[in-house]
């Protein structure tokens, strides 16, 4: 029983891992094809991976022979008339909405890339699978395709269309392919990169320009506030010294106001003499400071003391 259920797995996960093959070869399209032109440009064939996973082109078959795609023929018999795609090379791994492009030249001792026919207006290209046996994709190049054109795939509608601009690992449609692949417009514009390098030195350039009129404006403004904080200082130090003065002279007046007072029943005319003089004093002193003589009317208490040693001395 357990033997049986070992068996199930194992041809359930053999179907699996065919199913997921079959799958990623489906997902191997040809996207792009340009025949040999009068020019001397030759043939290439590109090859595009639909999928979201990376797809190995290894060990499949190319051909530019019609008669492999009749369907009665063997395996053996169909191999024979087709180019194989050598298997090992990193080359052929082609990662997600990725492409390929083979050069069809006849030359493939050049690399795994060049193939071993060329390609005319009205020849076929078709993909088999490593079987020999499955037709994965195929097309017909138009007979009256022009010299400097290609036969390009719109994955949109599924049609094809002659591309008079011809766009080899890039997408099919021009636009689309200059809105999306801006680095490949540039170096197909500036091939050699010197519009690369004045393009830096003028960023470098104009970034050094903006940082010196930055710290000019904010060099200046920042050396008017400090001859203005230069010029408001002294003033300051001035008023808080003048206030100082003005605190000591009015601290002095109220502790003679107050000695006066505890002495005023003694009796001692010339220590309240001295105590008035020095009172006035303190304030002719303040009054010279400020610049200000302040009068007030009505009788003082400095008036009444004088009062009380007149009458002393009368008596």
Known sequence: MNGHKLFTLAALL?????????????????????ASDSNGNSAWIEIQNTSYGTQNLGGFYITNNPAALNTELDAP?????????????????????????????GQDNLGIQHLEFTLIPGDI????????????????????????????????NNSWYVCDRPT???????????????????????????????????VVFS?????????????????RLGNANAQIAPLASSNSKAHSQDSDAEATVAALLAVTEATSGTGDENLDIA?????????????????????????????????????????
């Open 77 to 105: 018999s169909r191999i024979k008339m087709m180019h194989l795609i050598p298997t090992g090379n990193p080359i052929t791994q082609i990662t997600p909405q990725n492409c390929i492009v083979l050069q069809a030249d």
């Open 14 to 34: 053999m179907l699996f891992f065919v199913k997921a093959s079959a799958d990623g070869a489906q997902s191997l399209r040809l996207s792009e094809v340009a």
């Open 168 to 202: 080899p690992t890039q997408a099919n449609d021009y636009a689309t392919a200059k809105h999306n692949n801006k680095i490949a417009e540039f170096k197909e514009k500036d091939p050699h990169g010197f519009g690369m390098a004045i393009m830096a030195m003028g």
């Open 207 to 223: 970034c050094l320009v903006l940082l010196y009129v930055f710290f000019k404006i904010f060099g200046k403004l920042f050396s």
């Open 275 to 315: 105590l008035i003089a020095l009172s006035l004093e303190a304030e002719l002193a303040h009054d010279e400071e400020s610049g200000i003589i302040t009068i007030l009317p009505g009788n003082s208490m400095w008036a009444d003391k004088g009062t009380q040693i007149a009458q002393r001395q009368l008596h």
């Open 125 to 156: 290209v078709a993909i088999f699978s490593g079987n020999g046996v499955d037709l994965i994709d195929s097309l017909t190049i138009p007979v009256d395709l022009k010299d400097g054109q290609s036969w390009a795939k719109n994955f949109a």
